[in-house]
């Protein structure tokens, strides 16, 4: 019975992977920017892919550590290196609240928007 009850009690950190989507840059993004713009107020996409360079996608996860995974997608894509549609899907994660975590668990990555982990 005590390995049972010792069980229950498994702590479990929150995770937070990939881009860090801060909606206040999107707002930024514009049709006919190049990708040199985009890069330098998303920072790098967490996907360039090689078969669709002509694509980024930009992805934040995030799972509570008693709760339910969400995720945001950012997905650009360019024509002649300018930005031809903009597509963003998923759940806009609170930064504010993985900051505030962060800075209670004593780490240093709230820091870094916009940038892959």
């Not at 892919?49 to 996860?61: C, G, K, M, S």
């Not at 998923?90 to 240093?108: F, P, R, V, W």
């Amino acid at each position: 019975m005590g390995i049972s009850l010792s069980a229950c009690s498994i702590y479990e950190i929150d995770v937070q992977q990939g881009n860090v989507i801060d909606e206040e840059a999107i707002t930024k993004l514009k049709v006919g920017m190049t990708k040199q713009q985009v890069q330098f107020i998303l920072g790098s996409p967490i996907i360039k892919d090689a078969f669709h360079p002509e694509r980024w996608d930009y992805v934040q996860t995030f799972r509570p550590g008693k709760g339910v995974m969400k995720q945001h997608t950012v997905s650009i894509l360019f024509k002649q290196n300018k930005v031809v549609k903009i597509n963003e899907s998923g759940e806009n994660i609170d930064l504010e609240k993985i900051t505030n975590y962060d800075k209670s668990a004593g780490n240093s990555s709230s820091g870094s928007k916009g940038h892959a982990h």
